[in-house]
């Protein structure tokens, strides 16, 4: 099969899928990509089964040549993809050819590009999964982000090229200012009246340290009552949103820890968690409560619009 050689890897290139499932009780952090939604987009453009392997490119995209003719897509990010310097769209299929080169330009909106291949990326699977897991070393292209010059091996594809399109009501707008359904979490009311409100009230900012474990915010320091940010470690999850002693909120995301010591002050909905994983250093963003039955009924909305796309 061909493969895909990486000319110019970006601040952070590494190999993903669905995830490291089933492993958090012996301490391995599920890992794989961090947004889920676009992941799966661009896996079923190139009819691939979910659990494909794909390229996810932070604050930009790798510039990757293919030595064989595939079928691409490129989603999540706001980004200009090219193929040899030409325009080409998101959430399409893309015919490339061999020796052709994969490039992008003028980062717009969001944070993380998703770049997937026929037959998906032939990387060994390490406890059920071909995500890279940076914090164990483990999993993707040797346990490592990508550097120029890997060469990654193909799958195998089922071979006939359909060309396929996200339908314009499907494609997430990861500039939307609106903000994040939040549900409360099981040490909100630890939270002071004042810090519960500055919570809800309050614009905060996507710190310069957030990276794929977790994002962290600058905004009003947030209290316990009794100064008290300790609690019995338990297992996270993603979108979980903990408050450590410094007051400053952290939502973790893909590289997680699977447990934690801080209260759990809220989760991110579901169904916002591809806009929460495209957040980029630099951007504000607001919270709003969301009733814990409204929440299930917007996420079985989103799940039964992607279900119907994927049936076709």
């Known amino acids: 099969m061909g493969s895909a050689i990486i000319e110019r890897p970006t601040f952070l290139s590494t190999l993903q899928d669905g995830g490291r499932w089933g492993y958090q009780r012996y301490g391995m952090p599920v890992s794989g990509a961090t947004d889920q939604y676009a992941y799966r987009l661009a896996n079923w453009l190139v009819s691939n089964p979910h659990n494909c392997a794909v390229l ?16 691409i897509a490129v989603c999540g990010a706001d980004i200009q993809p090219c193929i040899d310097e030409k325009n080409v769209p998101l959430y399409q299929t893309l015919k490339i050819r061999a020796g052709d080169r994969l490039s992008f330009h003028s980062l717009k909106s969001g944070c993380r ?46 071979g006939v090229f359909k060309e396929k399109q996200i339908p314009n009501a499907l494609i997430p707008d990861y500039s939307d200012k609106e903000p994040l359904d939040v549900i409360p979490g099981p040490e909100a009311k630890r939270l002071t009246r004042e810090a519960l409100s500055a919570f809800l009230r309050s614009e905060y900012e996507v710190s310069m340290d957030s990276n794929r474990m977790g994002i962290r915010l600058k905004g009003p320091e947030l209290a316990c009552r009794g100064n008290n940010h300790d609690i019995q470690s338990s297992a996270t999850a993603f979108g979980m949103v903990q408050l450590p002693g410094n007051g400053q909120p952290i939502v973790l995301l893909a590289d997680r820890p699977t447990m934690g010591g801080y209260p759990r002050i809220a989760y991110i909905a579901t169904y916002e968690h591809h806009r929460l994983a495209q957040l980029r250093p630099g951007d504000k963003i607001r919270f709003r409560e969301v009733g814990l039955l409204k929440a299930q009924k917007l996420l079985k909305n989103h799940l039964n619009k992607l279900s119907e796309l994927e049936r076709l």
């Open 113 to 158: 590009v998703y770049t997937a291949v026929s037959g998906g990326f032939d990387v060994p699977m390490v406890m059920g999964s071909r995500s890279t897991s940076l914090y164990a070393g483990m999993g993707g292209w040797k346990g490592r982000p990508l550097r120029k010059g890997d060469i990654i091996p193909r799958g195998q594809s089922g």
């Open 56 to 71: 996810e490119d932070t604050l930009g995209g790798s510039s990757v040549v293919f030595t064989e003719d595939a079928a």
